[in-house]
């Protein structure tokens, strides 16, 4: 079986709660910190699956690694791997699926509640 590759967009050193659920139902992964260690870009057929985490920066900051992680995504998509975007990440899945990322009227930091729209068509890819 194959892992999943968590793509981390800020050094921590401890196990994120992501992480910490993972362990605990023995699931496989791997981290990876595409910003500093481009060259452990995960092959995207030896991987379950992607998970795209936060970040301090924004996908709207000039870095060259934010083109590449968007890229990544796109090649997954296509290829029907699963992806998870959380917080930075769900900005990076956004663009790289054609949405645009804008400034929040409030700051959107922590838990919080969210609900599906039922009446919402996803767009086809």
Known sequence: MFPIHIICNTRCDDLSYLCK???QRNVLFEKTFLIDEPENRPDLDKVAG??????PYS???????IAE????????VEKNSPVMAICFGAQLASLALGGKVTNAPD?????????????????EH
Request: aromatic share 10%.
């Open 69 to 76: 992680e968007i890229k990544l995504i796109q090649q997954a």
């Open 59 to 65: 996908v709207n900051d000039e870095h060259p690694w």
């Open 107 to 123: 700051m959107e930091i922590g838990w919080h509640q969210i609900s599906l729209n039922p009446d919402l068509k996803l767009a």
């Open 50 to 55: 992607l998970v795209f985490m936060g970040s």
């Open 21 to 23: 659920f993972l362990q």
